[in-house]
């Protein structure tokens, strides 16, 4: 179960790992959906049998499959801010595809708190450092500097913060 925190706890969170989502698992049938839905249909991703013979030794995801994933991972973990009205993607500083996801691997998200600093009266931004880890794989899939925005109302921004 998904904590709750508020906006005045966000800040003591800063440089620990607020979050560990739950096992994801990244099957064929993931892949091709995620395929459809961009046309992008390299043999890589799409085609066992000619992946096989590839580098890898059989399909993998693609690479914004694995980082379009954050966002489950994200509200399976994350506490979710009490005065929070709305959450917003805000962007990514740095993303780096680390090594291959096979298809029918199973990954998870790590989220460590890096920055939080209020912009305006009703919204705060948040820095996360992320890895989606490989269930026995010494390398992580991604790494990734994930900005997100926190809106609330500003009647409810904390004191001295």
């Given at each position: 179960?998904?904590?709750e925190?508020?906006l005045?706890?966000?800040?003591?969170l800063i440089?620990t790992?607020t979050?560990l989502?739950?096992w994801?698992v990244?099957?064929?049938?993931m892949?091709?959906?995620?395929a459809?839905a961009?046309?992008?249909h390299?043999?890589?991703h799409?085609d066992?049998v000619?992946?096989?013979g590839?580098?890898f030794?059989g399909?993998?995801?693609?690479?914004?499959?694995t980082?379009?994933?954050l966002s489950?991972?994200?509200?399976?973990?994350?506490?979710?801010?009490?005065e929070?009205?709305?959450?917003?993607?805000?962007g990514f500083?740095?993303v780096r595809f680390?090594?291959?996801?096979?298809?029918?691997?199973?990954i998870?998200?790590?989220?460590?708190?890096a920055?939080?600093?209020?912009?305006?009266a009703g919204m705060?931004m948040?820095?996360?450092?992320?890895?989606?880890?490989?269930?026995n794989?010494?390398?992580p899939a991604?790494?990734?500097k994930?900005?997100t925005i926190?809106?609330?109302d500003?009647?409810d921004r904390?004191e001295?913060v």
């Amino acid at each position: 179960m998904v904590k709750e925190i508020s906006l005045a706890d966000v800040r003591g969170l800063i440089g620990t790992e607020t979050g560990l989502s739950d096992w994801i698992v990244v099957d064929q049938t993931m892949i091709d959906a995620f395929a459809h839905a961009t046309d992008d249909h390299q043999f890589i991703h799409v085609d066992p049998v000619r992946a096989a013979g590839s580098p890898f030794g059989g399909t993998i995801a693609h690479g914004f499959l694995t980082l379009s994933l954050l966002s489950t991972m994200n509200f399976n973990c994350l506490p979710r801010v009490r005065e929070q009205t709305m959450g917003i993607n805000y962007g990514f500083d740095t993303v780096r595809f680390v090594a291959p996801v096979k298809a029918g691997a199973r990954i998870r998200g790590h989220f460590i708190l890096a920055e939080a600093r209020f912009r305006g009266a009703g919204m705060l931004m948040t820095t996360y450092d992320v890895s989606i880890e490989i269930e026995n794989e010494r390398k992580p899939a991604l790494t990734a500097k994930w900005i997100t925005i926190i809106q609330f109302d500003p009647k409810d921004r904390p004191e001295n913060v």
